[in-house]
């Protein structure tokens, strides 16, 4: 599978995969009802740099190009190779990318690491969105880890 830059014909799949992924954390607390976060991918599309794999999406990954930060990277079937596939087309080009991701997502700081990304500190979470970026979200609490991956 190749990635693709999504459109808003995409925005209900995307949401899908993030509402799934919220229901099925049980740390992870729902800050948004599902049509909330269908709405703040549609605001981030043409704000971001944003890439999906799959015909309807199965992941996806939104950049902000400016300052090389991943604010969401979602799958619906982790350890298929979709992430990989995200991650290496995000890297493209790029010497340095930098995320945030939740303290108790173990499993995505082990993928992370794989894929050479260094753990820089724990963070509060601030009132920005994991998914699309936009400030008008209030944090959920959850503290959070900052990796940097430098090629």
């Known amino acids: 599978m190749t990635p693709r830059r999504p459109t808003i014909k995409d925005v209900p799949a995307l949401a899908q995969i993030v509402n799934d992924w919220i229901d099925a954390t049980l740390w992870m607390p729902r800050d948004l009802p599902p049509e909330g976060i269908a709405d703040l991918i549609s605001k981030g599309l043409p ?3 944003m890439w999906m794999i799959g015909e309807p999406a199965r992941a996806y ?4 190009a ?4 991943i604010w969401g990277f979602y799958s619906a079937e982790p350890g298929q190779g979709f992430g990989k596939l995200l991650m290496d087309r995000a890297k493209e080009g790029r010497d340095f990318l930098s995320l945030n991701t939740h303290v108790p997502n173990v499993g995505a700081q082990k993928f992370y690491v794989r894929e050479g990304f260094v753990p820089i ?4 979470q ?3 969105s994991t998914v699309a970026g ?3 979200r209030k944090p959920t609490g959850l503290r959070e880890l900052r990796m940097e991956w430098r090629r």
């Open 61 to 64: 990954i939104s950049i902000e």
């Open 126 to 128: 601030g009132p920005v």
């Open 47 to 49: 704000q971001r740099e």
């Open 121 to 124: 500190g724990e963070i509060e």
């Open 66 to 69: 400016e300052i090389a930060h």
């Open 134 to 136: 936009t400030p008008d």
